[in-house]
C-alpha cells in the first residue's frame, strides 16, 4: 500500500510538472506571437478582456506588454471570483497585477456591483468603470429567425437568454416566472441558446416537464452566429443573474 502510494505521488508530481512546463512554454510562445502582431498592426488602442478575476495569464501579459507598442491600453474584468484565492495562481496574479500597476495600465470593470466585490475579494484598486451594452447599429445585423429554425409559434414573443448555461445565471428565475405567470404561458416562448454543464441543463429539462409550460420553452445549445444577431432574434432579452 505504501509503494503504491508513494507510486500514485510521484506520478502526480510528474503530471503536475508537465503541466507547469507546458503552461510556461505556452505563455512563452504567445508573449513571441503576440509581440510580432503588435509590430505588424501598430494599434492605437489595446483592450484586453480578462473576462473573470482572475482570468488567463496571457490577459495580462498581453495589457503589460502592449504598453510598449501604444499608449492606450486597458485590462478589462468583468467580475471578482466567489471566494478570495489561495495558492500558487493567487501568487502569479498578484505578480502580474504589480506589474501592471508599474506599466500604469488601467483596468475597467462592468458595473459599480463587479467594482464593490473585485474591491473585496481580488487586490484590484481604482478601477474604472464602464458599463456593457450594444451597439446602436442593429440594422448592421441580420435577425436570426429562431421561429423557423425550431419550430416556434409565430404569433408567440420570444424572451430570450444567451451564454453559458450555468446556475448562478438566472435561468432558474425564468422558468419560475414562466410557471406562475397566465400571461406568459398565453403570450410568450422561452429561448435558452448556449452549453454548459450537462447535470445542470437536465435539471432546467425536468423543470421544463411542468405541464403548463412544457412546450414553451426551447434550449437551442452553442450557435455559431454572431451574438448581435442572435440577440435581435429575442423581442426581449434577459440576463437575471443571480449573484
Request: net charge positive; proline share 3%.
Amino acid at each position: 500500500v505504501t509503494l503504491k502510494n508513494a507510486f500514485k505521488r510521484s506520478k502526480g508530481l510528474e503530471y503536475k510538472s508537465k503541466k507547469a512546463f507546458t503552461f510556461f512554454l505556452n505563455n512563452v510562445r504567445f508573449i513571441k506571437a503576440f509581440k510580432s502582431i503588435l509590430r505588424k498592426e501598430k494599434p492605437s488602442i489595446v483592450i484586453s478582456n480578462n473576462g473573470g478575476y482572475p482570468g488567463g495569464m496571457s490577459n495580462w501579459i498581453a495589457a503589460i506588454i502592449a504598453r510598449r507598442y501604444t499608449q492606450k491600453v486597458f485590462l478589462l474584468v468583468h467580475h471578482a471570483p466567489v471566494k478570495k484565492m489561495k495558492g500558487l495562481y493567487s501568487y502569479l496574479t498578484s505578480a502580474l497585477l504589480k506589474l501592471s500597476k508599474i506599466s500604469r495600465t488601467p483596468i475597467i470593470t462592468v458595473s459599480y456591483a463587479s467594482k464593490k466585490m473585485l474591491g473585496m475579494y481580488t487586490n484590484l484598486r481604482n478601477l474604472h468603470v464602464i458599463y456593457n451594452g450594444l451597439s446602436s447599429r442593429g440594422s448592421d445585423f441580420d435577425k436570426f429567425d429562431y421561429y423557423d429554425q425550431f419550430n416556434i409559434q409565430e404569433d408567440r414573443v420570444l424572451i430570450g437568454m444567451i451564454g453559458p448555461i450555468d446556475s448562478h445565471k438566472g435561468h432558474s428565475t425564468i422558468l419560475d416566472a414562466l410557471s406562475c405567470s397566465k400571461l406568459l404561458q398565453e403570450k410568450a416562448h422561452f429561448v435558452i441558446v448556449g452549453s454548459g454543464s450537462d447535470n445542470f441543463i437536465s435539471e432546467l429539462k425536468i423543470k421544463c416537464l411542468s405541464p403548463n409550460i412544457s412546450n414553451l420553452v426551447t434550449f437551442t445549445g452553442y450557435l455559431k452566429d454572431s451574438s448581435m444577431s442572435l440577440v435581435r432574434g429575442f423581442d426581449i432579452l434577459v440576463m437575471p443573474t443571480t449573484d
